[in-house]
């Protein structure tokens, strides 16, 4: 009942032109395809040519990042007015490297989710533990305290667009996979928690997706989990027969 989401964040990989033969490469390869969803999330500058690009096909489009504001005197940043004046129509919020390098925090996290909901754009907002926190049995704790911030007066009507990326930080392009097993208790404890905080229908709907290091060999084993309902992906995202092999691999096993 859910449907599959398959992402590309290409962090801060591809100008404008590598992005257009992306798109070239990769559109031809899902003609055979249908049920499982697909979105690219580009750098800023990529966003208008890719969106236009795009239009009309099966690929969504959104960007890594906004603030929470609409407008005002803050250099470098653009709002979701901006992105959904040219058809952007996701976001992705929260992604660890953002957290690690740019200082942005779980309030910050809970601002731009109500922002992107407001605006109507589709939020993908990531957690996940580090790897200390794991070796210290803490994931759980981490990740009920990472959602209880994230959707923090969120209510339950509100909460139907939102996708839960579930990156743990140490298998964020490090080659080392989580197991299916653990991505799947990961997950369990992530839709408890939805649960606690929203109610059970809207813990049911939620699309919780799986991030890091997912490869075309790996994916397979991972959708067949039940609890996982797509995955976000990196590297391996870069490449179109790559992720076209991971979206067709995705959609046999879902
Ligand atoms: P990799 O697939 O490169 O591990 O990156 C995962 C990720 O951070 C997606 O947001």
Same mark, same amino acid.
């Given at each position: 009942?859910?449907?599959?989401?398959?992402?590309?964040?290409?962090?801060?990989?591809?100008?404008?032109?590598?992005? #257009?033969?992306?798109? =070239?490469?990769?559109? @031809?390869? *899902?003609?055979?395809?249908?049920? !499982?969803? &697909?979105?690219?999330?580009? %750098?800023?500058?990529?966003?208008?040519?890719?969106?236009?690009?795009?239009?009309?096909?099966?690929?969504?489009?959104?960007?890594?990042?906004?603030?929470?504001?609409?407008?005002? #005197?803050?250099?470098? =940043?653009?709002?979701? @007015?901006? *992105?959904?004046?040219?058809?952007? !129509?996701? &976001?992705?919020?929260?992604? %660890?490297?953002?957290?690690?390098?740019?200082?942005?925090?779980?309030?910050?996290?809970?601002?731009?989710?109500?922002?992107?909901?407001?605006?109507?754009?589709?939020?993908?907002?990531?957690?996940?533990?580090?790897?200390?926190?794991?070796?210290?049995?803490?994931?759980?704790?981490?990740?009920?305290?990472?959602?209880?911030?994230?959707?923090?007066?969120?209510?339950?009507?509100?909460?139907?667009?939102?996708?839960?990326?579930?990156?743990?930080?140490?298998?964020?392009?490090?080659?080392?996979?989580?197991?299916?097993?653990?991505?799947?208790?990961?997950?369990?404890?992530?839709?408890?928690?939805?649960?606690?905080?929203?109610?059970n229908i809207a813990a049911e709907k939620m699309r919780i997706l799986y991030g890091g290091s997912v490869k075309p060999d790996n994916i397979a084993r991972l959708m067949s989990?039940?609890?996982?309902?797509?995955?976000?992906?990196?590297?391996?995202?870069?490449?179109?027969?790559?992720?076209?092999?991971?979206?067709?691999?995705?959609?046999?096993?879902?």
């Open positions: 009942m859910r449907t599959p989401l398959i992402a590309a964040n290409w962090k801060m990989h591809k100008a404008p032109k590598d992005a #257009a033969a992306f798109l =070239d490469a990769f559109l @031809p390869e *899902l003609h055979d395809q249908t049920g !499982t969803e &697909i979105a690219l999330f580009p %750098s800023a500058v990529c966003l208008p040519g890719i969106i236009e690009a795009a239009r009309g096909t099966r690929v969504s489009i959104g960007a890594q990042n906004m603030h929470w504001l609409s407008e005002g #005197a803050y250099t470098g =940043d653009i709002s979701a @007015p901006m *992105l959904t004046a040219i058809g952007c !129509t996701h &976001i992705l919020i929260g992604h %660890s490297e953002r957290r690690q390098y740019s200082g942005e925090t779980d309030e910050q996290v809970n601002l731009k989710l109500k922002t992107a909901l407001a605006h109507r754009l589709i939020p993908v907002v990531c957690i996940g533990e580090h790897l200390d926190k794991r070796q210290s049995s803490l994931t759980a704790a981490v990740l009920r305290w990472q959602l209880a911030a994230a959707l923090s007066g969120i209510t339950p009507e509100q909460a139907a667009p939102i996708v839960i990326a579930y990156e743990p930080v140490w298998a964020i392009g490090t080659g080392v996979v989580a197991t299916p097993d653990q991505a799947a208790e990961a997950h369990g404890i992530i839709r408890h928690e939805v649960a606690n905080l929203l109610g989990e039940p609890g996982i309902d797509g995955a976000l992906v990196g590297g391996a995202s870069l490449d179109p027969a790559s992720f076209s092999q991971i979206v067709r691999n995705a959609t046999t096993a879902a």
